[in-house]
């Protein structure tokens, strides 16, 4: 259960040392501001942590990989995951990263990030930047996936045919892209819940509150739905969305 310390000397020292990567003057944390301290999992090692860089991908399996068959034949199981991720919650694409281990196993983490994102979430140019976020990470994995195939046919372990290979470009270049994603959620801006939609003008990232662009918002308002009121197989049942009067807001 969350509890309330009083962090040492030495780690309050580090939080005020700490700054931001872009801008090293500027700290973090201040003194009148809380943070959030999570018990975490150490990682598995090796590790590596993957944005988009397929050469970082190459070099960890040529040089940290032990038993390569094994690691392709998870990481086959793994990568579709991966897309399936992506697909359900599309503002992982900003900023994205996965960690990889040693057996093949892709972990996502720094999930919080699809609602603290805030300096990304205000620019005008979001749109654009959201579009071609995704189509990389798509595109990323997916030449992933084909990779992976690709080994597991020299090697002789179960891999499929060309054709097979390529299916997931042709699927993506279709209706799935980083434009026809933003459109679909924009077509879906009214009757949205007015409880998502005040929590997520409430969210702000480290650097405080700001005006977020109508399709961000939109996109954070229609992903607290589902985290609020989805079941697990869909729409709660017992849930009156239409005579409650608190499913009226429109962006």
């Known amino acids: 259960a969350p509890q309330s310390v009083t962090p040492s000397p030495a780690a309050l020292e580090i939080f005020r040392n700490r700054t931001w990567r872009h801008h090293p003057k500027e700290p973090m944390y201040s003194a009148s501001q809380l943070a959030t301290v999570q018990k975490v999992r150490l990682a598995p090692s090796p590790n590596v942590i993957l944005q988009r860089k397929w050469t970082s991908f190459k070099w960890f399996y040529r040089d940290k990989v032990t038993n390569q068959t094994s690691f392709l034949q998870t990481l086959k199981q793994d990568v579709p995951i991966a897309l ?59 030449r992933m996936a084909a990779w992976v195939e690709l080994q597991l046919q020299e090697q002789g372990h179960d891999g499929t045919d060309e054709d097979d290979r ?86």
């Open 166 to 251: 390529r299916d997931w470009k042709a699927d993506y270049d279709g209706e799935n892209n980083g434009q026809a994603v933003l459109k679909d959620h924009l077509r879906n801006s009214s009757s949205l819940s007015c409880q998502a939609f005040d929590m997520v003008n409430e969210m702000s990232g480290r650097k405080g509150k700001g005006e977020k662009t109508r399709s961000a918002k939109i996109m954070m308002v229609q992903l607290v739905q589902r985290v609020m009121y989805d079941n697990g197989n869909g729409w709660d049942d017992g849930l009156e969305i239409t005579n409650d009067g608190m499913w009226n807001c429109t962006l």
């Open 84 to 142: 399936d991720v992506l697909r359900a919650i599309p503002l992982l694409a900003i900023d994205f990263q996965i960690m990889m281990d040693g057996q093949g196993n892709i972990y996502q983490f720094d999930l919080d990030r699809v609602f603290l994102a805030g300096a990304y979430y205000r620019e005008a140019s979001f749109d654009t930047k959201f579009s071609k976020a995704y189509d990389h990470s798509m595109e990323f994995l997916g």
